[in-house]
């Protein structure tokens, strides 16, 4: 069992509203990501980053924003929620060396925004 | 008005069948494949993962499968069991600029039917 978390699980918003998504991780690892995926669908890459204080954008532009001032905290942040927002948010870390290319994700949390 | 929805690829076994799933992959200069499961509510949890410079490898019950000339990867389940049925999703990575950011496919849903 990967030790990710991700809150809240479930979170029902009004259009318009800035909304932070927590992420934390206990493995240590410097590499961190949030994904936006569609019931079934495949993971999009929003955001991820490197280490403290490195953030890149991921092929999806979802109007987000991340910050990384420490190892184990990537919170993501929608400034003005849309209900084009509406989806599952995956966080996910993953580790140097050998296991580099393994991601651990958390358990999501699911946005709508109404 | 109209809409058009994508159809999640399924596949349905019988407990005790072997299931066989199948990826194609587009980036050549790709190192690694890796195999998610994702079972409903839960993020993507790691399976098996295979080197560019392989094209077998064994864990337990699966085998990931790898033709490079194709750009084929296959994930074989022996003895599938009702606990196998999830999304599958498989991924490839690249250490360009030892980055190893993955691209996801889109899912498989496994439906074992007891």
């Known amino acids: 069992e990967a030790d990710i978390y991700q809150t809240p699980r479930y979170l029902v918003i009004g259009t318009g509203k800035k909304i932070t998504l927590e992420c934390s991780q206990t493995m240590g690892h410097d590499k961190m990501y949030w994904y936006q995926q569609d019931p079934g669908m495949e993971l999009h890459l929003i955001h991820y980053s490197y280490g403290v204080n490195s953030t890149e954008k991921g092929d999806l532009s979802s109007e987000s924003t991340v910050s990384r001032i420490r190892t184990e905290h990537f919170p993501l942040t929608l400034e003005s929620a849309r209900p084009s927002h509406t989806s599952q948010y995956l966080c996910?870390?993953?580790?140097?060396?050998?296991?580099?290319?393994?991601?651990?994700f958390g358990a999501g949390t699911r946005l709508s925004v109404l | 008005g109209e809409s058009v929805g994508l159809h999640l690829p399924t596949l349905s076994v019988q407990e005790g069948d072997n299931s066989i799933i199948n990826c194609a992959y587009s980036n050549s200069a790709s190192d690694y494949f890796i195999w998610y499961k994702q079972e409903s509510g839960k993020g993507p949890q790691f399976i098996i993962d295979i080197r560019s410079n392989m094209d077998k490898r064994q864990g337990q019950r699966v085998t990931v499968l790898l033709n490079k000339t194709v750009k084929h990867l296959s994930l074989q389940i022996a003895a599938t069991q009702p606990g196998d049925s999830a999304v599958y999703f498989c991924a490839e990575t690249s250490a360009s600029g030892g980055s190893y950011i993955p691209t996801f496919g889109r899912g498989t849903s496994l439906i074992v039917h007891p």
């Open positions: 996910a870390s993953s580790p140097q060396g050998r296991a580099k290319n393994i991601q651990y």
